[in-house]
């Protein structure tokens, strides 16, 4: 750990004090931008914090994702959190307990080395001194700031770090209260607010006597250009005009999507802004393969619907989302609102699985909105199935078109990539846009900015992965961004990562075929990073992977490889499928590389979890237009994995304790992608080269 | 406008005798969690086809999110918040626990009532048995191969108490 070079998020949230506090007798305040998704980050944050403190879990109450309290740390996304949160806390904890070690030596006249600590009390000889952080709390003065100049601990010396614990917030979930859709207040008012059906579309004339008479109880419709949102006290009785509302709403204008919005070729013919990212070298001689792949439209498909609540009281706005990103919400909301953003608090509550931008951020303006409109009142708003898999923002469909030539040895020669990507990033206060759908459909809303690509920086949008990580001498790499993409597209788990993954594994497998060799032994000749060629060893030793497999015979194994945004973890993953007219992915192994891994079990779920979630992605899931609209309205128009369906999976993490730890949410999407579709190209003796691998596809392979 | 006459049904709820107005249709989850406070049983889709919403009535796994909750009247309903009262969904739920079963956990809830009717049905499920048993639920975090072994570690381990219903 090279203690001057801060991590980002403490060179942004610089003073101790917005980290951590000895507030009450026996207890700190963690506090962390870093949000709740599902995925375990408030537990791996809490062990990290403790380990540098030596004090026990329990003693941790964490604060997270609240714009009154707590560190700016904008998203909680892009698989950054252990590396950016969990590591200012590692420097912020190890600077505090420095700063008490050196107050309690001075006060004992000892030395600092002379002591240690034991759960928070600090000893001299394994024997109590009397002083504890509390004891002491009053004599320090956190509101200074992060010099980084306390060493962190050494992994050997870690206690709780690198050692499975169990989530802190999974007991509360098996039960009642833990999620911001259990949240009850005093004088709720239920609201649902109808989708506009495209992007622009106006609202026609709507008969208000007929949303009232399938209400029960009394309720009201507001409507301020093609918004309207019903509201009452009675939850049932405004789902019941909601549900007239969405079945008699006439629209009309706007950008209606065509049917083959997500195909390929529509794609590639868009007008498109052109970016070289890498120039590559000219084209060899010899005889060019090309192929294109793509896949299409794929809903975040959370299982619960979003929801948010708001109160305006005249002066201050509080809003409680599921946002991926509190203080870039409250910036949005107040833009849009006409507010000064310090008169919104925004506060986190936690949800559904997230796995990207999905409703959250919109469903708070909806309650904003709303709660401004009734001062006093605590508006409440749900969203329905339908809304959620066809209103919240969709992951982007992608053509990535792959060219080399077969040079000495079958190795690449003149490779070339080229990706047409709609885009991964329209979230809220991106691109200088408000980004909320709710503000998009009122009277008089601001005409839309075009929006750009995610940026380099944050590991790019359309192009993340996009550099094969093979030794091909020079890529030439080429995006073509469609900015005005009609449907609303958003960072979805892994971004472009899953497509071009998906395309150079697929790619470097047929070249292996062209030149004759086994996929494996074709990739361990080509990589040089030795981290990479182990996981691919690791993974083949543990799937038994044999290059004499037979091919064409329904049932064969495929590799698949990345390093995620060629920065974060490796994982090189091998499917097993079996096929008739349909695929089922029987197994799955996996080797990750992901450094020193802070909560091994953890990260084997959330790895297990992205695997089983790519695996749906490549076997069933893309939303089809028709009319304009999403078809995607109900589960039984958007399947997902079941039970039946889910691969037996097995998980190896390489042992790289004395690594620093790189970030693992999201390394499964394209390897399982690319294994399962290299697995099937064997059973089947084709290519399918686009997403989803779907029944109909198969059969018109088979034909 | 004038609101429409109440209906009232009784039945039972976790052992407790309830009575609510379920007029109107009104479901059965929204009573639950909106009249009687029980958010352990929660809304994903409103369709029966999640079963986020999945409770127990006499027993038998019922979606709790469509069902109106007349058609309940004077029977006897179990919702998760039944873990206090009942050694196996206390047993499944600390299996799912043993086993960190969960992501955002917002399915599960549903699941462990499913998984309850299955124990009381085959006390020691097999693979097969559970995956048939959850088939209709579903999971978007990819939870499901801890799900499966969490229920059969919470059969084997009421095995072993001798305690399975
Ligand atoms: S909420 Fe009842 S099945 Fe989905
Ligand atoms: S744990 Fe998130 S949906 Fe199952």
Redesign the pocket.
């Known amino acids: 750990m090279i203690a001057n070079q801060l991590p980002r998020s403490l060179a942004d949230n610089p003073r101790l004090d917005a980290w951590i506090g000895f507030d009450a007798p026996g207890q700190v305040r963690i506090a962390t931008g870093k949000v709740e998704l599902g995925q375990g980050v408030l537990t791996t944050i809490a062990q990290i914090a403790a380990e540098e403190l030596d004090v026990a879990l329990r003693r941790l109450r964490l604060v997270s994702g609240d714009t009154g309290e707590g560190p700016n740390e904008g998203y909680t996304a892009g698989s950054y959190s252990v590396e950016n949160s969990g590591g200012a806390l590692r420097i912020v904890c190890a600077e505090v307990r420095a700063l008490f070690l050196e107050r309690a030596a001075t006060l004992l006249d000892c030395a600092a080395q002379e002591l240690d600590v034991e759960d928070g009390a600090f000893r001299r000889d394994g024997r109590p001194t009397g002083f504890d952080y509390w004891r002491l709390a009053g004599d320090i003065d956190l509101s200074r700031e992060a010099t980084g100049g306390a060493a962190p601990k050494p992994v050997a010396a870690y206690r709780l770090v690198g050692h499975s614990q169990p989530r802190t917030d999974l007991p509360d979930k098996i039960g009642g209260g833990a999620f911001i859709h259990d949240m009850r207040m005093p004088d709720l008012l239920h609201a649902r607010v109808l989708r506009q059906a495209w992007r622009g579309a106006e609202l026609g004339a709507l008969d208000e006597r007929a949303l009232h008479r399938a209400a029960r109880r009394p309720i009201e419709i507001l409507r301020e250009g093609s918004f309207l949102a019903l509201l009452g006290a009675d939850e049932a009785s405004v789902e019941a005009a909601a549900a007239v509302a969405r079945e008699k709403a006439a629209w009309s204008g706007g950008e209606r999507p065509p049917d083959e919005a997500a195909e390929a070729g529509w794609l590639m013919a868009q007008p498109a802004a052109e970016r070289v990212i890498a120039e590559g070298e000219p084209a060899e001689a010899g005889e060019r393969i090309e192929a294109t792949y793509s896949r299409g439209f794929i809903a975040h498909a959370s299982i619960g619907p979003s929801c948010a609540l708001a109160h305006w009281d005249g002066t201050r706005l509080d809003v409680w989302t599921h946002s991926q990103g509190v203080y870039p919400l409250r910036q949005s909301l107040a833009r849009a609102l006409g507010l000064d953003p310090v008169a919104v608090a925004v506060r986190h509550r936690q949800a559904a699985g997230c796995y990207g931008h999905n409703g959250a951020d919109d469903a708070a303006f909806d309650a904003a909105l709303l709660a401004m409109r009734r001062p006093g009142r605590t508006v409440r708003v749900q969203w329905t199935?339908a809304d959620e898999l066809t209103a919240a923002p969709f992951g982007a469909p992608m053509a990535v078109r792959l060219g080399a030539a077969l040079g000495p040895q079958g190795r690449p020669a003149g490779w070339s990539l080229d990706i047409w990507s709609a885009p991964h990033g329209q979230r809220p206060g991106m691109h200088g846009a408000v980004n909320l759908i709710g503000a998009e459909a009122l009277s008089g809303a601001p005409s839309r900015v075009p929006p750009g690509d995610v940026p380099d920086a944050n590991g790019f949008g359309s192009a993340r992965n996009a550099f094969a990580p093979y030794d091909l001498r020079a890529q030439r790499i080429v995006t073509h961004f469609l900015a005005g993409h009609p449907v609303r597209t958003s960072s979805l788990r892994g971004l472009g990562a899953f497509a071009n993954v998906f395309a150079i594994e697929s790619f470097i497998d047929e070249l292996a075929e062209a030149a004759g060799q086994d996929p494996v032994a074709y990739r361990l000749s080509l990589l040089p990073d030795p981290r990479a060629r182990a996981t691919i060893e690791a993974v083949a030793a543990m799937a038994g992977w044999s290059p004499d497999a037979p091919a064409g015979e329904g049932t064969a194994k495929g590799i698949g490889f990345s390093r995620y945004k060629n920065k974060a973890a490796y994982m090189a993953a091998i499917a097993e499928v079996e096929l008739d007219e349909e695929v089922r992915v029987a197994r799955l192994w996996c080797a990750v590389d992901a450094g020193l891994v802070v909560n091994p079990d953890g990260a084997a779920n959330q790895v297990e979890g992205g695997i089983v979630q790519a695996t749906s992605w490549t076997l069933k899931e893309s939303v089809r237009f028709r009319e304009g609209r999403a078809g995607c309205t109900q589960?039984d128009t958007y399947p997902i994995l079941r039970f039946s369906e889910v691969p037996a999976v097995e998980i190896r993490f390489m042992d790289m304790a004395s690594e620093p730890p790189l970030g693992l949410g999201e390394v499964a999407q394209g390897p399982t992608a690319a294994a399962i579709g290299n697995a099937v190209a064997r059973a089947l003796g084709a290519r399918i080269r686009d997403l989803p691998l779907s029944r109909e596809r198969i059969i018109a392979a088979l034909m | 406008m004038s609101e429409a006459a109440p209906l009232m049904v009784r039945f039972t709820v976790n052992g407790r005798s309830v009575e609510v107005d379920a007029a109107g249709d009104v479901p059965l989850?929204a009573v639950l969690r909106g009249d009687l406070g029980l958010t352990g049983s929660?809304?994903?889709?409103?369709?029966?086809?999640?079963?986020?919403?999945?409770v127990l009535v006499d027993g038998a796994p019922a979606?709790?999110?469509?069902r109106p909750a007349w058609s309940v009247a004077d029977r006897s309903v179990a919702t998760i918040e039944d873990v206090g009262r009942d050694p196996v969904l206390a047993a499944l739920k600390q299996a799912f626990l043993d086993e960190q079963a969960g992501q955002c956990g917002y399915c599960l809830s549903?699941i462990v009532m499913s998984a309850r009717a299955l124990l009381a049905r085959e006390p020691s499920p097999d693979r097969a048995a559970v995956v048939a048993a959850l088939d209709?639920h579903?999971c978007r975090c990819g939870v499901h191969n801890r799900i499966v072994r969490a229920v059969q570690r919470a059969a084997a381990h009421l095995a072993a108490e001798g305690a399975a219903a």
Do not use: I, T
């Not at chain 2, 929660?42 to 999945?54: H, N, S, T, V």
């Open positions: 199935r589960w | 989850l929660r809304f994903g889709c409103g369709l029966e086809q999640c079963g986020a919403c999945m979606y709790a999110c469509s549903g209709r579903l």
